[in-house]
C-alpha cells in the first residue's frame, strides 16, 4: 500500500492489482479531510487511514464512496462519524449486497468448485470478520460540488456505468478526477449494471475533463491515455462479440476465441468472460440492470483461465 501526493493537497492510496479486491482510495487534506473510497476489510482501511493521518492528523470529515462495491466500502464504518456522501442507487445496493458473512462462508466451505477457489484465493489476505455495512446517508440524485474551505471537489453522476450509482470525484483546481471503478488500469474490467454505450459516456466525460491525473478504482495511476485504452477495449470486445453472437456461438465459446492481443497482459484476462456476457445481455434485449450470474460466470472464467495458460504451454 502506497500514498502518493499527486497535487498539492490530493493524494492517491494505492494496491497493487493482484486480483479480485484489490482497489484504490483517495484522500483531499483541505475542508478537514475528503476520503474517496474505503478499502476491503476492515485491516487494510485502518492501515490506509493511518497513512491519511500523517497528512492531517484529525479524523476526515467527509467520505465519498464512488460506488458500492465490497472493495470500496467495507472499511466505511472506521469513517463512521464522518459524513458519507454517494448517489442513492450506491446507498440502496450496498445495503442490499452480499454480506462479509456470507463471502466469508462461500470461500470458506469444503470443497469449492475450480472457479470459487480460484476468486476465494484472491480474497485470502483480506478479514472479514467485525464489519457493519455503513452506507452513505448524504444522497445524491446527480451532480454536486463541496467546498473544502475554498477548494472545489465536484461530484459527478456518470452512472450506469460500472454500476448504478457511480459517481466520481473531480478537483478542477488540480486537475485531478478520482473515477473508482469507471476506469480499471490495465486490469480487466469488470460491469455490474449499466450497458457498454453508458460506459463509454462516462469515459468520454472524463476525458472531457481533461485531467492530468485520474486514480482509478483499480491498477496503477492514469491520465486520460488510460481511459482511451479501456474505451478502445469495450469498443474491440462489443464488436468481437457481437460477431460471434450473429453466429450463434456460446458466450463462452465467443470469449474463448476472441484474442486479447495487448489486453491479455491486463490482470485476470479472463474476466472478458463478464463482458462478453455482458455484451451478449444487451444483444438479446436484457435490461442494463439484470442480475449477473457471478457463481456461474467465475466458473467459465477459470475455465476461459485454463485455456489461456494451455494456450501459452
Ligand atoms: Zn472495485
Known sequence: ?????????????????????????????????????????????????????????????????????????????????????????????????????????MISAPDLSPGARWFADDLADFDFSGITLTPPTTLLDGDTELDLGGVSARILYVGPAHTAGDVIVHLPEQNVVYVGDVVFHRCTPIGWEGTFAGWIAALDRIVGLAPETIVPGHGPLCDVEGVRELRAYFEYVYAESRRYYDQELPALEAARKIDLGPYAAWTQPERLIFNVERAYREFRGGAWDENVEVMRLLEDAWTLGQHYRGGRA
Open 1 to 105: 500500500m502506497e500514498l502518493r501526493e499527486i497535487a498539492p493537497g490530493a493524494y492517491a492510496c494505492l494496491q497493487e492489482d493482484r486480483g479480485w479486491g484489490w482497489s484504490n482510495s483517495g484522500f483531499v487534506s483541505a475542508g478537514g479531510g475528503l476520503v474517496i473510497d474505503t478499502l476491503m476489510d476492515l485491516g487494510h482501511t485502518r492501515k490506509m487511514l493511518d497513512l491519511y493521518a500523517g497528512v492531517i492528523p484529525d479524523k476526515p470529515r467527509r467520505l465519498v464512496n464512488t460506488h458500492h462495491n465490497v472493495d470500496h466500502c467495507w472499511g466505511n464504518q472506521l469513517l463512521a462519524d464522518a459524513e458519507i456522501i454517494g448517489h442513492r442507487e450506491c446507498a440502496a445496493r450496498m445495503a442490499g449486497d452480499l454480506s462479509p458473512e456470507a463471502i466469508q462462508a
